[in-house]
């Protein structure tokens, strides 16, 4: 059994890699604990907005060491955010158009667990499914790359501080030489 001071590790610190396996674990360790830090948050005030920010970085962590393992950088995790923030807006948009259509929507309809409220959370939700689904199921790097070594048996790796150099290659003078 993997030590419970790795995978919390693997939970706080975005450095490092994580293949299929150690995605389920530290989703499941990090959003047990996400879900527990907003049960706990104040509503309201900035309390609730670092409670929030704790959330956010205990469920964006693993999403990062697993797009370590994919090759690529974890900063998409947070480019995305302002791409789902409009997706939101534009699926309020298209709710509120088909409620207009129908003649406008009763507070019935809009309630929590109303139709347009299912509706709304579909779509908003869709295109996170998509891409927890694409990371659960991707096949990452069967070797190191420059996020770290290859995931070990329970799916994570230790990671460098920083991406690995790039080698630079020395051009040849004409008579030989190196430069």
């Known amino acids: ?24 674990i530290t989703m499941t360790v990090g959003g047990m604990f996400a879900q527990a830090t907003m ?17 956010l970085w205990l469920c964006a962590v693993p999403c990062q060491r697993r797009l370590h393992d994919l090759g690529m950088s ?65 096949r990452g790097s069967a070797t190191a790359n420059s996020y770290g070594p290859a995931p070990g048996a329970f799916g994570l790796s230790e990671g460098h501080g920083h991406a690995a150099p790039v080698p630079v290659r020395v051009a040849a003078r004409r008579d030989g030489a190196a430069a």
């Open 1 to 24: 059994m993997m030590p419970a001071v790795t995978i919390l590790k693997a939970v706080i610190d975005p450095r490092g890699r994580a293949d299929r396996r150690g995605f389920l």
């Open 39 to 55: 049960l706990f948050a104040p509503s309201g005030g900035t309390g609730s907005l670092a409670f929030a920010a704790v959330a």
């Open 74 to 138: 974890g900063w998409l995790v947070f480019a995305v955010l302002p791409l789902l923030f409009i997706w939101s807006v534009v699926a309020s948009l298209i709710v509120g158009a088909a409620a207009f259509a129908m003649g406008g929507a009763t507070l019935a309809m809009l309630e929590t667990g109303g139709p347009l409220h299912l509706a709304l959370a579909a779509m908003i939700g869709l295109p996170l499914i998509v891409v927890g689904g694409w990371l659960s199921f991707a």
